[in-house]
């Protein structure tokens, strides 16, 4: 079974930057793509940025120009580089796994299997 878990984490001004992390274990390469979701209080989960294939990647509007997803293959790690953060962008983000054959574009939640804690950002103003 996959399981992931994320750091990288914490409190930053506004402007701002963070690198997420999600280290991936029992992980196939060859099955599963790794991506990036979020959830602020008050709010639903929603995606951020994922991988959808090799080389592939989905980002949602409001992330392009300022969220980069990125993974090193080779150590089974997901990065979320995340640049001029807002205060809206204050949530909960979580690594999650797919297989890559049945995620959709846009993605899902329904479409990712394993899901991580999750780790709190917290961008003041």
């Known amino acids: 079974q996959v399981h992931l878990v994320e750091s990288g984490g914490g409190s930053v001004q506004a402007g701002g930057s963070l690198t997420l992390s999600c280290a991936a274990s029992a992980f196939d390469i060859t099955k599963y793509c790794l991506g990036w979701f979020r959830q602020a209080p008050g709010k639903e989960r929603e995606v951020v940025t994922t991988?959808?294939?090799?080389?592939?990647?989905f980002r949602i509007a409001w992330a392009r120009g300022r969220f980069t997803i990125a993974q090193d293959k080779d150590q089974h790690t997901l990065y979320l580089r995340m640049n001029n953060l807002e205060p809206e962008d204050t949530a909960i983000y979580y690594c999650?796994?797919?297989?890559?054959?049945?995620?959709?574009?846009?993605?899902?939640?329904?479409?990712?299997?394993?899901w991580g804690q999750g780790t709190q950002v917290l961008v003041s103003s």
């Open positions: 991988f959808t294939g090799p080389s592939s990647t």
């Open positions: 999650a796994a797919g297989d890559c054959q049945t995620i959709g574009y846009p993605p899902r939640q329904s479409d990712f299997e394993y």
